[in-house]
């Protein structure tokens, strides 16, 4: 039963087969990596979904069909890109960034990848800019990946703002390992976003990394 057991964790991952599953399924093109590589160039952090994760935002679009998309934290635009090349014709990602630099590293790499017309970069925190995006809802998908101690709210949003059989996904459902951290403030915003997802949303924690909950909304 060992093999079976998910608190056995990583066991069987090893870099070199990360590198393999990778390469096979979720390799960079020219645009996907000029935003990958982003970070590391421009000095700002490198902390960008990996490749995997990215690839399976962009598969979780395709098989909804996802139309109308948002995001919280841009970064250099890595995910988005993602996001946007899973997506229908003729869908839309408003992706959030706080700071005003990466959003223009972000503008540019997704004008490289082809992607400017279906990706709207909207500089704020994502509290303030997400009641202007509604009269654009209900959404397919609304994707979490910053300011970890508003995800609670973040989550609500999505509630009141995806159509039925739309997805909630929230990056870093881990909080790092400090889920369980009782004197952190944003360790227990980040359990109220998984108890209210699993009261709204038929939902589940992937155990990548770091943790990605997914939920569909009822
Ligand atoms: N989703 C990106 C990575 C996002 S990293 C990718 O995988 O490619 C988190 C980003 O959120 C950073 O660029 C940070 O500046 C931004 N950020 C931090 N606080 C924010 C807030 N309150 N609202 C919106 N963006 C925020
Ligand atoms: C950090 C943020 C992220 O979204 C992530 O996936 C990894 C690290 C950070 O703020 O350090
Ligand atoms: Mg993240």
Redesign the pocket.
């Given at each position: 039963m060992a093999d079976q057991d998910s608190r056995a964790g990583s066991r069987y991952t090893t870099g070199e087969l990360l590198d393999f599953t990778n390469r096979v399924h979720a390799a960079h093109d020219a645009g996907l990596s000029a935003?990958?590589d982003a970070p590391g160039r421009e000095d700002?952090?490198a902390?960008?979904?990996g490749a995997s994760?990215?690839k399976t935002l962009e598969i979780l679009m395709q098989m909804i069909g996802a139309k109308k998309i948002v995001?919280?934290?841009?970064?250099?635009?890595?995910?988005?890109i993602?996001l946007a090349r899973g997506m229908a014709d003729g869908g839309m990602v408003w992706?959030?960034?706080?700071?005003p630099r990466?959003a223009e590293v972000a503008r540019a790499n997704i004008e490289t990848a082809g992607m400017a017309d279906d990706i709207e970069v909207l500089v704020?925190?994502?509290?303030d800019?997400l009641p202007t995006l509604e009269a654009h809802g209900p959404f397919d998908a609304v994707?979490i990946?910053?300011?970890k101690g508003?995800y609670d709210k973040y989550g609500i949003w999505a509630a009141d703002n995806l159509r039925v059989g739309g997805l909630l996904i929230g990056?870093n459902a881990f909080y790092f390992g400090e889920l369980l951290n009782e004197s952190k403030p944003e360790a227990a915003a980040m359990r109220r976003f998984h108890e209210q997802a699993a009261e709204r949303f038929d939902s589940v924690c992937v155990p990548t990394p770091d943790g990605m909950l997914l939920g569909v909304k009822r």
């Open positions: 935003a990958f700002m952090p902390i960008q979904v994760e990215g995001e919280v934290g841009t970064l250099a635009g890595y995910s988005a993602r992706t959030i960034e706080f700071d990466h704020g925190a994502g509290v800019v994707f990946d910053a300011d508003n990056d």
